[in-house]
């Protein structure tokens, strides 16, 4: 079926882990983000990717990097990982045509202790 | 102050009840979208607005552009209607898209 593809669906770490969470789209969009939810705040964009190769922060960048190799696949990586990292997180791409409409992962629930 | 502001932040209904749930934005927008989490679940798309009116089953969508103002109403609620709906803005300036907190609507059988 078409759509994006997250993985892992939860994940434990101690502070100062690393890992990387992987995001796989078969949409063929050239737009994909990274979101992280909070509780009683809205989605907050950490990075996204305009096209294969390029990156961009977004709200909150900061503790995370990206890599988009190419078109289908966008990661995020955490270094070292802090319990303020603690979030559910979000893959995402986008229609930039006519809807900008989003499609979404099924979400990473990470806790980082 | 959040660029998108969702009310109620919770909402409990009894089945068969009229639901609204309100947004506001504070930029200039291209687009509206409300979407939907189920527990547990990913976000997935309800409606896409630019003007006017939206129906599809049981839920209907308004946008009032001047008054930067949408409603998603629910007509005869049912239980698998619990989840968070969430207000977001396609912002005019750089297509960039903006969240509200979402609503968290629990109907009770």
């Known amino acids: 079926n078409a759509g994006v593809t997250q993985t892992p669906k939860f994940q434990v770490l101690k502070t100062g882990q690393s890992m990387t969470l992987q995001c796989a789209q078969d949409?063929?969009?050239?737009?994909m983000y990274w979101y992280r939810q909070d509780p009683g705040m809205g989605l907050r964009l950490i990075y996204y990717?305009?096209?294969?190769?390029?990156?961009d922060k977004g709200e909150v960048p900061n503790g995370y990097n990206v890599s988009r190799l190419n078109k289908r696949e966008f990661s995020l990586r955490l270094e070292s990982a802090a319990p303020s990292q603690t979030s559910v997180y979000f893959c995402?791409?986008?229609?930039?045509?006519?809807?900008?409409?989003?499609?979404f992962g099924s979400g990473t629930r990470l806790t980082v202790v | 102050k959040n660029e998108v502001e969702q009310s109620p932040q919770n909402l409990t209904a009894q089945e068969g009840e009229f639901i609204t749930i309100n947004c506001s934005y504070s930029?200039?927008?291209?687009?509206l979208h409300w979407l939907q989490q189920h527990p547990g679940g990913g976000i997935v798309s309800l409606f896409m607005?630019?003007?006017g009116k939206k129906k599809h089953g049981r839920l209907i969508a308004t946008i009032n552009i001047q008054e930067k103002h949408s409603s998603l109403h629910i007509t005869a609620s049912h239980p698998r209607d619990s989840a968070v709906y969430i207000c977001?803005?396609?912002?005019?300036?750089?297509?960039?898209?903006?969240f509200g907190a979402g609503t968290r609507l629990t109907v009770k059988p």
């Open positions: 995402a791409n986008r229609d930039r045509g006519r809807s900008y409409g989003y499609t």
């Open positions: 607005l630019s003007s």
């Open positions: 930029v200039g927008i291209s687009a």
């Open positions: 990717s305009a096209s294969e190769g390029t990156t």
């Open positions: 977001a803005v396609v912002s005019s300036r750089n297509n960039d898209m903006r």
């Open positions: 949409m063929n969009h050239n737009s």
